[in-house]
Protein backbone atom coordinates (compact mmCIF):
# COMPACT_ATOMS: atom_id res chain seq x y z
CA UNK A 1 0.00 0.00 0.00
CA UNK A 2 1.11 3.02 -0.91
CA UNK A 3 2.22 6.64 1.11
CA UNK A 4 -1.04 8.14 -0.82
CA UNK A 5 -2.99 5.50 -0.48
CA UNK A 6 -2.43 5.10 3.41
CA UNK A 7 -3.09 9.32 3.85
CA UNK A 8 -6.32 9.24 1.96
CA UNK A 9 -7.48 6.57 4.02
CA UNK A 10 -7.07 8.15 6.81
CA UNK A 11 -8.33 11.06 6.09
CA UNK A 12 -11.32 9.58 4.80
CA UNK A 13 -11.71 7.80 7.54
CA UNK A 14 -11.69 11.04 9.95
CA UNK A 15 -13.71 12.72 7.81
CA UNK A 16 -16.54 10.13 8.56
CA UNK A 17 -15.91 10.73 11.93
CA UNK A 18 -16.54 14.13 11.72
CA UNK A 19 -19.49 14.18 9.52
CA UNK A 20 -21.21 11.64 11.96
CA UNK A 21 -20.59 13.96 15.05
CA UNK A 22 -23.90 15.40 15.76
CA UNK A 23 -23.10 16.65 19.44
CA UNK A 24 -25.21 17.72 22.42
CA UNK A 25 -28.14 19.55 21.68
CA UNK A 26 -30.33 18.51 24.06
CA UNK A 27 -27.58 18.81 26.70
CA UNK A 28 -27.29 22.46 25.79
CA UNK A 29 -30.75 23.51 25.01
CA UNK A 30 -31.13 21.99 28.92
CA UNK A 31 -28.78 23.81 30.02
CA UNK A 32 -29.83 27.34 28.45
CA UNK A 33 -33.69 26.94 29.42
CA UNK A 34 -32.30 26.23 32.85
CA UNK A 35 -29.65 28.90 33.29
CA UNK A 36 -32.60 31.48 31.79
CA UNK A 37 -34.88 30.20 34.52
CA UNK A 38 -32.19 30.96 37.06
CA UNK A 39 -31.28 34.50 36.00
CA UNK A 40 -35.14 35.33 36.15
CA UNK A 41 -35.74 33.44 39.46
CA UNK A 42 -33.20 35.71 41.10
CA UNK A 43 -34.48 38.59 38.99
CA UNK A 44 -37.58 38.31 40.73
CA UNK A 45 -36.45 37.94 43.99
CA UNK A 46 -33.47 40.57 44.67
CA UNK A 47 -34.79 42.85 41.75
CA UNK A 48 -34.85 45.76 44.22
CA UNK A 49 -31.45 44.68 45.92
CA UNK A 50 -30.05 44.73 42.46
CA UNK A 51 -31.24 48.24 41.65
CA UNK A 52 -30.50 49.62 44.70
CA UNK A 53 -26.55 48.31 44.52
CA UNK A 54 -26.13 48.99 40.45
CA UNK A 55 -27.87 52.96 41.26
CA UNK A 56 -24.91 53.15 43.89
CA UNK A 57 -22.21 51.71 41.95
CA UNK A 58 -23.03 54.24 39.02
CA UNK A 59 -23.56 57.18 41.60
CA UNK A 60 -20.16 56.37 43.22
CA UNK A 61 -18.22 55.86 39.81
CA UNK A 62 -20.30 59.20 38.06
CA UNK A 63 -19.57 61.40 41.47
CA UNK A 64 -15.88 62.43 42.21
Known amino acids: ?3 TT ?3 TKLVGRLQTVSDDR ?3 PGWVLVSVMTAGL ?5 LVAD ?3 TSVLNRA ?3 V ?3
Open 62 to 64: STP
Open 48 to 50: DQL
Open 1 to 3: MSI
Open 6 to 8: RIY
Open 39 to 43: VTAVW
Open 23 to 25: GDV
Open 58 to 60: LAS
